[in-house]
């Protein structure tokens, strides 16, 4: 370990050093940096506001009415793209997740398997573990359209070639912004007066010879009509190959890890490696038989590929439905999806005068993704039931079954044969946008723009199981007409018999046999159609008061939204298995006819008209012990037509008793106005989910869960405390430092009551969330979404930067230093009076609000860029953890999760060129190929053996190419 850390800090002391490789290079520095147009260091949150259109108004990212960094007093931490890309030159939303802020964010690495509704693929940022839903995305200060019915973007479709920085609020904003900015902002500022053409092509693959990429983008801006005229291009294409399931020698994915039961009768969990299903075979593994009561010498014993018979071999830690080891099915999932990205931008400014500056956009973009799903699955209450009578039966089976007066019995399988599952995914963006910028004469400007955007996201399932068919095909019975082998229900001419095409179960392989893979198969299609538009006026300026340049903004904002999910006809289809002998009662009366069956249609819209005001105020100046003291404060009234009037606002604060040094406050309320799928969504069904039934003695089996909107939800809203101090010692120039404490409680959090909380709310009596079968037993229960929850979250934020010229000690330059950490003290969700905090809890998804995240984590860079060399270097920091510590453990049971850490490094060299730049560059992510720690997540059944939402589960990666600029 010691030598370890030994390598890792020689790196970055080379980095740091890497001036003196080309001290004879100095003299070309500012032009090659010139020519490349872009910013040498990462400038510090005081002094990085984005430029307004139209002329060097300036107003800070998280402001409306501040026009000066230094006197901001919420914390913004800022990432040029430069750094970005260093760091990760893949995928700027990667790159922008490595901070350590970002926690609880859906990555393509975040999930085992992808679902019927998310877009696999996606990258929906998230700040501090609240969800994505609970970070807005912006693009230049402006809203986009959402990729999702929760109102997240995918930041995948930012024009990546284009972004000059990215500015991330780490706290409440929604005074300025409006709803979700309850854990922050994530700004992505594009380099709009671009002048020039740049472009890079790049090429990746990893240390396994896997998930290989390719990146190519190319940006062109020109002025014209004596710069009264400016045009902006830029496309950009990304493409990486995913990770299925050949792991490529990953011992630790190839080792099956899980969280599982230790056995069948305690409710305590074990870390397990292989782990199997318990109650099925791919072949098919024999229950039970009906009827109760009769001899049953098949009973546990599985099926071979040739039909025959043999003894089932159980695992260890075998619990109800899983061990480890042992004959069972070991369902495993891939690493990372296939992930395809094109996007395109363009932007046209026209001064009509000095005065008057007219804007255009528009944007398209494109994500294609696969990602490798599940095995469809007929197990536990699900489970086939086979008759004496069934044509594909060995006859030795047959033979058993009249020896022993079995009329049936139940078959558990998992239909590998059938093929897997892929999740086919397609988000197609579209965006225009208008606006006018007019100076009014004095400091007052206007500023206004209508937007509006368009998302359709299409997802299919291939390989789906339909339900109906499925059953009705195993019911195989021979015609006694002509000896053919036919569906039970076709020679009973039933409504379930047409079309009807015999499936043999019996071993594995069985099914590919007869052509009845095409009858009981079927392709799921969830299309999404997603609007946005946006219009804003906004009036900004200064006003005198009492010889105080008070600065003041005010404006309307108008935003509608809208959601469509339409699906296939047999998705929303009502299973009943009519005419189908031995359907499971299960699975009847469930909405759908596939196994993987999407969310049930819908359709919703609200809009929102919205008046702001900001006022920041320089109070004193050059007072005793007030170098400066500015305030700020920001008020919001939106009136929604889906919830009504709700208030946000910020009080802020900047003191600065000497040059070196400021402290800086605020205390925010701010909101979050429920999205389309909270308050509309008709019926997304889970199956299988356990449950104690209090009418039939607390007995626990498997029901389905419906999960549906409210229509009478209130806003969620958050109090922001936060304070911090930055320090700027002016003996040390380029050297600043920051420690930021925040406070975040969300109240009336949006969230569903469990199944037992429901069942157990209705007690003994008949109640409309749970609908019973006709014996009693519980068939559904539904789960209406409520505000029923508290969210909270504290800690303190770190950043150190130093950034110096090397000239002074004779080498030529520039060298930045970089430290970022964030320490989680708190982050709990109370329901009732149960709170669970999830700080350090690493195998828990961003599927759970909230996400798992380590108490510490961060990050450490030195970047030297000099006239031909740049080399980068950056160490990634993990804290250490448990597994969910909600969880019992068998006793000895290893819970703890260690600490980790990531080396990247970066090496470029400019070659000496007169009119044009070229860069050719390397980049190695994860140097050592650090593994990632055994933390499972997912199903019990389809385990994944950690974390891809905070470890890196690809491994060393390699990528290299040539950027340039003409």
């Known amino acids: 370990m010691k030598s370890s850390f030994k390598i890792r800090a020689a790196l970055l002391c080379s980095c740091a050093c890497a001036g003196t490789a080309s001290p004879a290079l100095a003299g070309r ?24 259109d139209g002329g060097s108004d300036i107003v800070v990212t998280g402001s409306r009415a501040i026009t000066s960094g230094a006197s901001a007093p919420t914390p913004v931490t800022v990432a040029s793209s430069e750094q970005l890309t260093s760091a990760n030159p893949g995928n700027l939303p990667d790159a922008v997740n490595q901070l350590p802020q970002f926690r609880g964010s859906q990555r393509p690495t975040s999930a085992g398997s992808a679902t019927t509704t998310s877009g696999a693929g996606a990258n929906l940022l998230a700040l501090r573990g609240l969800g994505p839903s609970r970070t807005l995305v912006l693009l230049d200060g402006r809203r986009i359209v959402p990729t999702t019915l929760i109102g997240a973007t995918d930041a995948n479709l930012i024009p990546q070639g284009l972004v000059k920085r990215v500015d991330v609020v780490t706290g409440g904003a929604s005074a300025a912004y409006g709803s979700d900015a309850v854990a922050g902002v994530a700004n992505f500022v594009l380099d709009s007066q671009y002048k020039g053409v740049k472009g890079n092509i790049q090429g990746g693959l990893s240390s396994h010879s896997d998930a290989g990429s390719m990146r190519a983008s190319i940006v062109a801006g020109q002025s014209f009509a004596e710069d ?45 490696p292989d782990v199997r299903d318990a109650l099925a075979t791919y072949g098919g593994l024999v229950l039970a038989c009906q009827p109760a009561g009769a001899a049953c010498p098949i009973a546990r014993m599985q099926f071979l590929p040739d039909g025959s018979l043999t003894a089932y071999r159980q695992g260890t830690n075998v619990s109800s439905s899983t061990m480890s080891g042992g004959d069972g099915t070991a369902r495993r999932t891939n690493l990372l999806p296939a992930v395809r990205t094109v996007t395109t931008f363009s932007r046209v400014t026209f001064d009509v005068s000095d ?58 399988r998992v239909n590998r044969d059938l093929g897997y599952n892929y999740f086919i995914n397609n988000t197609e963006t579209k965006r225009i946008l208008g606006g006018i910028d007019i100076a009014l004469g004095g400091s007052w400007k206007l500023s206004s723009y209508a937007q509006y955007g368009h998302t359709h ?109 339409t699906v296939d006809p047999l998705s929303s289809k009502l299973r009943t298995g009519d005419g189908i002998r031995g359907y499971p009662a299960s699975q009847k009366n469930l909405l759908g006819d596939y196994v993987l069956t999407p969310p049930q249609p819908l359709s919703g819209a609200f ?29 919001r009234y939106a009136d929604y037509s889906s919830v009504g009037g709700a208030v946000s606002w910020k009080v802020g604060a ?85 420690v930021d404490y925040y406070d975040i409680t969300i109240k009336n959090v949006i969230a569903q009551p469990s199944l037992q909380q429901v069942v ?39 950043e150190i930067d130093y950034k110096s010229r090397l000239e002074g000690i004779g080498l030529s330059g520039l060298l930045s230093i970089r430290a970022l950490a964030t320490h989680i003290r708190t982050l709990a969700l109370t329901v009732g009076t149960s709170t669970i905090d999830r700080v350090g809890d690493l195998n828990v998804t961003p599927t759970s609000t909230p996400a798992g995240a380590p108490a510490w984590s961060g990050s450490v860079s030195a970047d030297y860029r000099g006239a031909h060399i740049h080399a980068f270097a950056q160490e990634r920091y993990i804290g250490p953890g448990q597994l969910d510590h909600t969880l019992v453990y068998a006793n000895g049971g290893e819970t703890n999760i260690p600490r980790v850490f990531y080396t990247d490094l970066t090496f470029g060299y400019m070659l000496p060129m007169q009119t044009r730049t070229m860069e050719i560059f390397g980049t190695v992510n994860n140097l050592f190929d650090q593994d990632p720690p055994v933390a499972p997540s997912g199903a019990a059944t389809t385990p994944r053996a950690s974390n891809g939402a905070i470890y890196d589960l690809v491994g060393r990666y390699i990528t290299v190419g040539v950027r340039f600029a003409l």
């Open 29 to 52: 520095q500012t032009d090659v940096q010139a020519a490349l147009a872009v910013p040498t260091v990462i400038e510090a949150p005081s002094n990085t506001p984005p430029q307004r």
């Open 228 to 272: 009264r005229l400016h045009l902006l291009l830029s496309a950009d294409y990304f493409d990486q190959k995913g990770i299925d399931l050949d792991y490529h020698g990953r011992g630790w994915a190839e080792a099956g890890y899980g969280v599982i039961g230790a056995s069948a009768t305690s409710a305590e969990l074990v870390v397990a």
């Open 355 to 412: 005065d008057i500056h007219l804007f255009a956009e528009g944007s398209y973009g494109n994500v294609h993704a696969r990602y490798l799903g599940s095995v469809p699955a007929n197990v536990t209450s699900a489970a086939a039931t086979i008759y004496a009578d069934n044509a594909y039966l060995p006859p030795a089976v047959r033979a058993s079954m009249a020896d022993n007066g079995v009329a049936s019995f139940t078959l558990a």
């Open 457 to 565: 996201l299409q997802i299919k399932a291939t390989n789906d199981e339909i339900v109906d068919n499925f059953y009705n095909a195993i019911d195989a019975v021979v015609n006694p007409a002509d000896g053919k082998i036919v569906c039970r229900s076709t020679l009973l001419n039933t409504v379930a018999g047409a079309g009807c095409v015999p499936i043999n179960l019996f071993g594995d392989g069985a099914t590919t046999r007869g052509g009845s893979q095409n009858y009981i198969k079927g392709t799921t299609v969830s299309d999404y159609s997603i609007g946005q538009t946006v219009a804003s006026l906004e009036v900004r300026g200064l006003i005198s008061i009492l010889d105080r340049s008070v600065s003041v903004a005010t404006g309307f904002e108008y935003r509608r939204e809208t959601g469509v999910l």
């Open 607 to 635: 809009d929102v008209k919205e008046t702001f005001m900001e006022v920041s105020i320089p109070l004193l100046k050059d007072v005793a012990v007030f170098r400066s003291l500015d305030v700020d404060g920001a008020i």
């Open 654 to 738: 900047s003191w600065e008793p000497v040059s070196d040094l400021r402290f800086r406050s605020t205390l925010s309320r701010d909101i979050r106005a429920p999205n389309i799928q909270e308050r509309f969504t008709t019926g997304t069904p889970i199956i299988g989910l356990g449950v104690n039934d209090p009418q039939h003695d607390n007995a626990r089996y498997a029901v389905t869960q419906l999960q549906i909107g409210n229509v009478d939800l209130r806003p969620e809203t958050s109090r922001t405390t936060a304070f911090g101090v930055v320090l700027t010692p002016s003996f040390l120039r380029g050297f600043s430092a920051s």
């Open 760 to 798: 157990d709310a209705c007690g003994l009596a008949n109640c409309s969330l749970v609908t019973r079968n006709a014996d009693g037993t519980i068939n559904t229960v539904i789960t209406p979404n409520q505000n029923l929850a508290q969210l909270r979250t504290r800690g303190e934020d770190y």
